[in-house]
């Protein structure tokens, strides 16, 4: 059977799975589809939940990534409020918690990861709640307003976006980070210490090196939260927001080779024959890094959903693009190219007091990565650097008086 | 509800109605206009929605800001009438709008 006439069926409806559709049916396939998804909502952005749709600036229509139209008009069948419980590679089918059995031609595991549970006593409390899904921010909003008291638990883009957010709000907001730094996972010392300056000018209180031993509360009810060190912060409602863990258990169960992660190769082919996993749920080949990895981001979404399209369909593989991320704070934009992992050296370009510079990260001479706050020409042409592996002098990229437009001629040029 | 007229690099035409208040971006987007990619979902973070606006729309958009400025400066065949769709907001007088996508990657 040619690629454009399989049935194929997508587990999993974020940015990755969406995306599979859509590049398949631009790619001229022609088979059935079907779209499955655990969530009751047709596939959505993620991103602006901690941001703008918190705030109440964007409304709940404008998160959804495609019309309501679209599955009808390109004959995709959405099966919603459904998850998906054992996938048989050899029969290649695969049973939903429904009770109805899907027969494929190709599988698409794109079930990302869902937020990690802290595994203290008083986790079940009300009042303690995450930040992954609309359903997670729809039950945060009506606590989101002026003199509530928020204990977000973990300094990571999420934690620290719904911090900035809650805190334009008029909410008082306390940060327990157990790491030294914030950011850490994500970003450099320099960038951790902007943001925590950043925090903090804005009247967030944020703890470090800070461990939480339980929740507290009274009648089922989240009252605070206490420290390892014995101490207990009140607060109306706590965010957890540290890290999310792969949905990988049907792949395992189903005896496809797992990591932390989803195994897949360049073109998303999992071990088992014509099953593909993509998104947030798979390991994959970091082209740049010549290493494995799991990627949580919107780009690693959208570019492992091409990926997959086109293996399926037998068509050219898409291009392979650094890493890239994007956090967006108070009026900060901060974007991210590359991983910094590994780096012996970063470069800072411009002044962090003036609210618009960069770190540049580079391991033996050549750039790996680049953070850039309010500064797109670092962002993009750090972009390029990465992505050829450019060595760039120190001294060159920490001086502002040369422009990024030379400096990427220079290192970027045919030689 | 305003229309928008998006070119393909190929040529081909088509035509969609917006709701004022959403981004040109976003209307591509939510109706399959290809070329038109927005991994950013419209933050400005990425320039993959890079149109090329008809010269005859171009007074009636919003001024760029900085970081749109910023982005389109180191952005790939950038024209004189080159704009990010996740930027202009669609309003009753950019009825009748056309734009040309390039084609992103």
New interface residues.
């Given amino acids: 059977m040619t690629g454009k006439s399989q049935k194929v069926v997508v587990l999993g409806a974020g940015q990755a799975g969406l995306q599979t559709v859509v590049s398949l049916r631009q790619l001229g396939h022609e088979g059935e589809i079907v779209l499955v998804g655990d969530e009751p909502e047709a596939p959505y952005q993620r991103p602006p939940l901690s941001k703008g749709y918190l705030k109440g600036e964007l409304e709940r229509e404008r998160l959804y990534l495609k019309g309501e139209d679209y599955y009808a008009e390109h004959e995709v069948s959405l099966r919603l409020g459904v998850s998906a419980e054992a996938i048989d590679t050899a029969a290649r089918t695969v049973r939903l918690s429904d009770g109805a059995t899907l027969d494929w031609d190709a599988l698409v595991i794109a079930t990302g990861a869902r937020a990690r549970r802290l595994d203290v006593h008083g986790a079940d409390l009300d009042g303690v709640l995450e930040l992954r899904t609309m359903a997670d921010i729809d039950r945060l909003k009506p606590h989101a307003r002026a003199g509530v008291n928020v204990l977000v638990v973990g300094a990571g883009y999420i934690g620290l976006e719904a911090a900035a957010a809650l805190t334009q709000m008029g909410a008082k907001v306390k940060v327990l980070e157990a790491a030294p730094q914030v950011l850490g996972r994500v970003a450099g010392p320099e960038i951790g210490q902007f943001f925590l300056e950043t925090h903090r000018a804005a009247g967030v209180e944020i703890m470090l090196n800070a461990r939480l031993s339980e929740f507290v509360g009274e009648g089922g009810k989240l009252t605070g939260a206490r420290l390892a060190e014995g101490d207990i912060v009140d607060c109306d409602i706590a965010l957890v927001g540290v890290g999310v863990v792969p949905n990988m258990e049907i792949a395992e169960r189903a005896g496809i080779r797992c990591g932390n992660g989803v195994c897949v190769d360049e073109q998303a082919k999992t071990s088992a024959e014509s099953v593909y996993a993509i998104g947030d749920v798979a390991l994959r080949p970091l082209t740049h890094y010549r290493r494995e990895g799991r990627l949580e981001s919107v780009h690693n979404a959208i570019e492992g959903g091409k990926i997959a399209a086109a293996a399926i369909m037998g068509a050219p593989p898409p291009p392979i693009d650094v890493p890239w991320f994007w956090s967006d704070q108070y009026a900060l934009k901060l974007q991210t190219a590359g991983l910094w992992t590994g780096a012996d050296e970063s470069v800072l370009r411009g002044e962090p007091q003036s609210g618009r510079f960069a770190v540049f990260y580079l391991k033996e001479g050549a750039v790996i990565a680049v953070d850039a706050v309010n500064s797109p020409p670092d962002f993009i042409v750090g972009k390029k650097l990465v992505a050829a592996g450019a060595r760039v002098a120190p001294g060159e990229l920490g001086d502002t008086s040369i422009s990024m437009k030379e400096i990427s001629a220079k290192a970027l040029s045919p030689s | 509800m305003p229309k928008i007229t998006y070119v393909d690099a190929n040529g081909e035409q088509r035509t969609v109605e917006a709701k004022t208040g ?1 981004s040109v971006m ?1 209307a591509a ?4 206009v ?1 070329g038109i ?1 927005a ?3 419209g ?5 993959t929605c890079h149109v090329y606006v008809d010269e005859e729309w171009l007074p009636k958009l919003d001024e760029q800001q900085a ?1 749109e400025q ?2 389109l ?3 790939e065949n950038v024209q004189s009438n080159s704009r990010l769709s996740c930027q202009i907001k669609i309003t009753e007088e950019l009825d009748g709008m056309v734009t040309t996508p390039e084609s992103q ?1």
Wanted: proline share 4%; aromatic share 4%.
């Fill in positions: 959403m976003e987007i939510k109706n399959d290809p990619d991994d950013c979902g933050a400005c973070a990425c320039a970081m910023s982005m400066d180191f952005a990657h």
